[in-house]
């Protein structure tokens, strides 16, 4: 059996992750009410502060860190059963998501004490949303071309530049943003930094970018001669690659790459219960519940691993490929079991999530890495290249 097959030890959640799912399950039926399935199958694009507040006030914004700063100290396993209701229920989760997975775990990680002190609480207040400025037009899967550039000024930092997708930028209070501070694109992973971003400063321009759907949720964002003072830089000047490495890792590992789709199966299940086309159905259904179950496992297996203090940096780049492979295919078997059947007028709110989910699905292989890259990554690991 091949290093990385091998890699992924059945791993069960341990009683007490299990226990925290029926709090949450009680959170969602007490303290919100579900919308129609299109505005649930939005799921993590969902912006809703005031859910998020209410998330934060019983701890569960930031689970993971520190109770010094404001945190639950929750492990990561509490985090995925977390994670993993909110996005079964299609929770409004957009406002804090980006914060709680990666801006606040780097500044954990890299930042000064007084950074910690100040944004962390922050977050877990659900009162500082973040945002990631790491693409560009010329840097998506070649991050390291990055071309933004900070120079040393009298106060701090001069940041010119550009960046572009940037999921929730309009909404956000901080960006933390990959830009170079020495050397040339050319001089690729050398030179870059990261630095925390105060969006309401002089300089920075945030237009959005509609979307197919029709949303408009991510930005091109523009900084001119943007004044960021000392204590912008998070962690070490020159060591952004590294840094952002880490961050990428918080951010393929979740079940976040396998639920996109779910509220829609679901939504499909309740509408075939109890009628006679659900035979028909019941083999897709088993299939697709099979591949939900494995791919599941897979994902808990990479969350005991960051458990234990390793990086399963090519495991989680395996889990997200297979995984928006099944989120993206769940909207074109609907969509096909919807229209082959001509005598029975579906569902309009059926119609309506699988018309926005069959939309926005080819974008689930591209956010966080594309496909290719992370294929490139498995080989790697595979010793293929
Ligand atoms: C919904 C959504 C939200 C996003 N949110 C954010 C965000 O908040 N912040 C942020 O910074 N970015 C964000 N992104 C950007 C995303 O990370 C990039 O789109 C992604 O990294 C791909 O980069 P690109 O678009 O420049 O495509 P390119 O890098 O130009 O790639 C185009 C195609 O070429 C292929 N390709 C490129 N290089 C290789 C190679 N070496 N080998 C084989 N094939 C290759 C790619 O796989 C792809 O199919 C978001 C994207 C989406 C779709």
């Known amino acids: 059996m091949s290093q990385l097959l091998s890699a992924f030890r059945h791993a069960?959640?341990?009683?007490?992750?299990?226990?925290?799912?029926?709090?949450?399950?009680?959170?969602?039926?007490?303290?919100?009410?579900?919308?129609?399935?299109?505005?649930?199958?939005?799921?993590?694009?969902?912006?809703?502060?005031?859910?998020?507040r209410k998330l934060a006030q019983r701890?569960?914004?930031?689970?993971?860190?520190?109770?010094?700063?404001?945190?639950?100290?929750?492990?990561?396993?509490?985090?995925?059963?977390?994670?993993?209701?909110?996005?079964?229920a299609g929770a409004p989760v957009g406002a804090h998501w980006i914060a709680d997975r990666q801006s606040g775990p780097l500044i954990l990680k890299f930042g000064t004490e007084e950074q910690r002190r100040f944004y962390?609480?922050?977050?877990?207040?659900?009162e500082a949303f973040f945002c990631i400025g790491m693409s560009e037009p010329n840097a998506g899967s070649d991050l390291a071309s990055v071309g933004s550039r900070a120079v040393r000024?009298?106060?701090?930092?001069?940041?010119?530049?550009?960046?572009?997708?940037?999921?929730?930028?309009?909404?956000?209070?901080?960006?933390?943003?990959?830009?170079?501070?020495?050397g040339e694109p050319a001089d690729r992973q050398k030179g870059l930094s990261q630095f925390i971003v105060d969006l309401k400063l002089p300089g920075i321009t945030i237009r959005p970018i509609r979307d197919l759907a029709g949303d408009a949720h991510f930005n091109e964002v523009f900084f001119d001669n943007v004044l960021l003072p000392d204590d912008a830089l998070v962690g070490e000047e020159g060591a952004g690659w590294a840094q952002v490495n880490a961050e990428l890792a918080f951010e393929r590992s979740g079940p976040e790459r396998i639920y996109?789709?779910?509220?829609?199966?679901?939504?499909?299940?309740?509408?075939l219960r109890g009628t006679p086309e659900a035979a028909r159905h019941a083999e897709t259904?088993?299939?697709?519940?099979?591949?939900?179950?494995?791919?599941?496992?897979?994902?808990?297996?990479v969350t005991t691993k960051l458990v234990q203090g390793e990086s399963p940096v090519v495991e989680a780049a395996l889990v997200k490929d297979i995984g928006t492979t099944f989120e993206q295919?769940?909207?074109?078997?609907?969509?096909?079991?919807?229209?082959?059947?001509?005598?029975?007028?579906?569902?309009?709110?059926?119609?309506?999530?699988v018309a926005y989910l069959a939309q926005v699905a080819p974008t689930f292989s591209l956010r966080g890495g594309t496909r290719e890259i992370l294929r490139g990554m498995i080989a790697r690991g595979l010793g293929l290249r």
């Open 59 to 88: 701890g569960w914004v930031g689970v993971t860190l520190p109770r010094a700063y404001g945190g639950a100290s929750l492990d990561a396993f509490s985090r995925f059963v977390l994670v993993e209701e909110l996005l079964a």
């Open 153 to 182: 000024a009298e106060g701090g930092w001069r940041l010119n530049g550009r960046k572009i997708w940037t999921t929730n930028a309009h909404h956000s209070h901080y960006m933390i943003a990959l830009v170079r501070t020495s």
């Open 260 to 271: 996109s789709s779910i509220v829609l199966l679901e939504h499909w299940i309740a509408c």
């Open 285 to 301: 259904i088993g299939r697709l519940a099979t591949h939900l179950a494995t791919l599941r496992g897979m994902s808990i297996a």
């Open 12 to 52: 069960a959640l341990p009683a007490a992750a299990q226990a925290f799912r029926a709090e949450v399950r009680e959170f969602l039926r007490s303290s919100w009410t579900p919308p129609a399935p299109q505005v649930r199958a939005r799921s993590w694009m969902g912006f809703d502060a005031d859910f998020s």
């Open 329 to 353: 295919s769940i909207p074109v078997i609907v969509e096909a079991a919807v229209g082959a059947d001509p005598a029975n007028p579906p569902d309009a709110d059926l119609l309506q999530a």
């Open 120 to 126: 962390l609480p922050k977050i877990c207040a659900a």
